[in-house]
């Protein structure tokens, strides 16, 4: 039999001997090397239509442990860079550039051309002041739709284009485009999607960081929406409402506690129903499994999806 990937993995998990876990990653670091500055950045055609790592890979390997443009393969970069371009442009691309890293000023390039240099310098020097009045002049003086956030402590700014969200990661000088299946790994930007999510979306539904490293959301279903429920499961001629909350309801909570840590539901002093979700990175369950998995955007905009639908069809309609 053959080695295989797996073998490898399990002996570097397993070997010790930090000599021979040293001559094996320099053996696969030059193997990169060679498969990045060699063999497909030779061929032009081939590193753009096929690139030999999925999604171009080990660029952001490169990029996430802290390697600068200079030590990227140039050619390959800017084609990656291109195609996030074009992606946000509404262009025809090859793959969409979902969970993409771009460095922050290649950032500012892309989703701000005329204004990068402005962008880096005051992104570099922390002005956000500054960098708001830009922001705040495309919004209102040239007709671009988008929403930003700086978070609490000015370690993220999130912008939101449509349905896609992108990070800027402001003291790692990179930026994560199109986030989709990457990981929230930092509590303070989860609060600052969540209210980010909550000013568009849902502004009156309540949240607040709690002691238990999560992000607690409270909305309710008002107490006249609650009157007006069938007691009964529902036949075909009643209302929406009653069919949610019989038949797809219980479902979505189900899909919630696979994202969230603490799920309460109570009649409250004013006898609405109360529903209150602590959220945390790390989700307590997962497919009803224990999982140290960490939580994914992806995730969140289902959590995001579920509120909004409650807070749309209820509490809008009855406050």
């Known amino acids: 039999m053959p080695l295989e990937p797996e073998h490898i993995d399990k002996f570097l998990e397993e070997e010790i001997d930090t000599k021979i876990k040293t001559e094996l990653l320099e053996l696969l670091k030059k193997r990169i ?22 999604r171009r890979t080990l660029l952001k390997l490169r990029l996430l442990n802290g390697l600068t443009i200079e030590d990227q393969p140039k050619f390959c970069y800017s084609v990656h860079k291109n195609i996030i371009f074009r992606d946000f442009r509404n262009k025809t691309v090859i793959y969409k550039p979902n969970d993409a890293y771009l460095y922050l000023v290649d950032f500012f390039d892309v989703f701000f051309h005329g204004d990068y240099r402005k962008l880096n310098k005051f992104f570099s020097k922390q002005d956000f002041k500054g960098a708001k009045k830009i922001f705040e002049d495309r919004i209102n003086n040239r007709e671009e739709n988008f929403q930003y956030l700086l978070t609490k402590n000015k370690n993220f700014m999130i ?11 402001i003291i790692e ?22 209210k980010l999510f909550a000013k568009i979306y849902f502004p009156e539904v309540k949240l607040k960081l709690n002691h238990s490293n999560c992000v607690e959301i409270k909305t309710f279903i008002p107490k ?32 919630l506690s696979q994202f969230c840590k603490e799920i309460n539901i109570y009649i409250d002093s004013k006898e609405n129903l109360a529903i209150k979700l602590n ?30 639908r409650l807070y749309n069809d209820f509490y809008i309609l009855h406050v």
């Open 279 to 308: 959220i945390g990175v790390v989700p307590e369950v997962r497919m009803n499994k224990n999982s140290n998995a960490l939580l994914r955007y992806r995730d969140l905009r289902l959590v995001f999806n579920i509120i909004y």
């Open 33 to 54: 090397d060679n498969l990045c500055f060699k063999e497909c950045e030779i061929d032009r055609i081939q590193c753009t239509l096929t690139p030999l790592c999925t």
């Open 159 to 169: 912008f939101k284009y449509d349905e896609k969200i992108h990070v800027c990661f």
């Open 173 to 194: 000088n990179y930026a994560l485009c199109n986030a989709n299946r990457e990981n929230i790994s930092n509590l303070e930007l989860l609060f600052g999607l969540c």
């Open 224 to 255: 006249d929406a609650l009157l007006k429920i069938s007691k009964t499961p529902p036949t075909d001629e009643d209302s929406k409402s009653d069919n949610y909350i019989w038949n797809v309801f219980p479902g979505e909570l189900d899909a």
